[in-house]
T-cell receptor
């Protein structure tokens, strides 16, 4: 049984701070890793994909992958109240079309 | 363009009704998905179509019937649903075998079964 674990939160950070979201996964053959942002009542939006060990930066977002330790993280710099949402981690083993989602972490950025 | 469209946005139906949800993408993606999402839970996979063929059915009750008329369209036919089927129904699409299967979601259909 493939598992993806996230702290459900809420993670509360002040405006302008760095928010750090973490995700661990159980299946060592996982190859592709994704972060989705989901606002309340809306659908998930893909914000980051990462496939290789190390860091990947896109604007205020940085995804970090460590396959040896089986974790992936998302850093949000200069957090804004508009970043308040649930962040879903998802992994794929590239053997098929199935994503395994974590339970999501609720982020609250306070002005 | 990473747009997946879904209609209707909202749907209220009785337990004896028959209705359909529709999904469309024009990104040339060859895999399309139906998910069900309950409040405060992650999306739960229902069906996967790959190259217009049903490749995954996650033991979904037969009151949900998927259909893929062509590579751009995906339908979900609903019949004799139960109140516990009320949820957000999400369609997604991806390249079938490239880019790590990045999936792009549509806005969803909020379904209420009365």
């Amino acid at each position: 049984q493939k598992e993806v674990e996230q702290n459900s939160g809420p993670l509360s950070v002040p405006e302008g701070a760095i928010a750090s979201l973490n995700c661990t996964y159980s299946d060592r053959v996982s190859q592709s890793f994704f972060w989705y942002r989901q606002y309340s009542g809306k659908s998930p939006e893909l914000i980051m994909s990462i496939y290789s060990n190390g860091d990947k930066e896109d604007g205020r977002f940085t995804a970090q992958l460590n396959k040896a330790s089986q974790y992936v993280s998302l850093l949000i710099r200069d957090s804004q109240p508009s970043d308040s949402a649930t962040y879903l981690c998802a992994v794929n083993d590239n053997a098929g079309n199935m994503l395994t989602f974590g339970g999501g972490t609720r982020l609250m950025v306070k002005p | 363009d990473t747009e997946v469209t879904q209609t209707p946005k909202h749907l209220v139906m009785g337990m004896t009704n028959k209705k359909s949800l529709k999904c469309e993408q024009h990104m040339g993606h060859r895999a399309m998905y139906w998910y069900k999402q309950k409040a405060k839970k992650p999306p739960e996979l229902m069906f996967v179509y790959s190259y217009e063929k049903l490749s995954i059915n996650e033991s979904v009750p037969s009151r949900f019937s998927p259909e893929c008329p062509n590579s751009s369209l995906l339908n979900l036919h609903l019949h004799a649903l139960q109140p516990e089927d009320s949820a957000l129904y999400l369609c997604a699409s991806s390249q079938a075998r490239t880019r790590g299967y990045e999936q792009y979601f549509g806005p969803g259909t909020r379904l209420t079964v009365t």
